[in-house]
């Protein structure tokens, strides 16, 4: 028994004087899942532009302007008088409605209600965060979004598909300075 508890205790000795070395990383994916995963984007991306551009074709109506951010835009009632646009920490209030490019509308504003945001203090889509930041208080707005911009690959899980381009009409209520430098 006490040679068992001399070894028992010479073990330890030998196990905590070893020095431990951290593993590296094993991938087991070589790059060609990523690759792969950029070329179907790009492909999602190209046929969400060509449905764009066909909706944008069909409606005479507007006039649109291209984004720096990826997507493309129209006035509905612009205000031409030199108004300040909201930047970050700005309260804004809007309302929206969102429709398909069939112009189903797949949320109209009464369900969507009246709608608070702090610019870029709190989550929203990012197209429509970009998006109000181009707008000035009274100004309406439909903004055409690809999926990226939107709800993306997973949709909403209720009625926005996946890698779905969806339409928001946006009217910008009021904005609230926050910042006395704006």
């Given amino acids: 028994m ?3 508890l001399v070894l028992l205790v010479l073990l330890l000795l030998f196990v905590s004087c070893v020095k431990l070395e951290a593993r590296r990383p094993v991938s087991h994916h070589s790059g060609t899942f990523m690759a792969e995963s950029v070329k179907l984007n790009k492909q999602i991306n190209a046929l969400q532009n060509v449905a764009i551009n066909y909706y ?32 970050i920490n700005d309260e804004v209030f809007f309302e929206y409605e969102i429709s398909d490019l ?11 209600g009246e709608n608070r945001y702090l610019i870029d203090k709190e989550d929203v889509e990012s197209g429509l965060q970009n998006g109000l930041k181009l707008m ?6 439909k903004f055409i979004f690809p ?22 009409k946006v009217k910008l209520n009021k904005i609230i300075k926050k910042n006395e430098n704006n």
């Avoid at 649109?64 to 009632?77: D, K, P, Q, T, W």
């Avoid at 069939?102 to 969507?112: F, M, P, Q």
């Fill in 2 to 4: 006490k040679n068992n």
């Fill in 56 to 87: 944008i074709a069909q409606d005479s109506l507007n006039d649109y302007l291209s984004s720096s951010n990826g997507f493309r835009y129209a006035y509905l009632n612009q205000i031409n008088e030199n108004r300040k646009k909201p930047v």
């Fill in 102 to 112: 069939d112009n189903t509308i797949l949320y109209s504003k009464a369900v969507l």
């Fill in 136 to 141: 000035k208080e009274n100004e309406e707005i």
């Fill in 147 to 168: 999926s990226f911009k939107v709800f993306g690959f997973s949709g909403n899980q209720e009625k926005i598909g996946i890698n779905q381009p969806l339409i928001y």
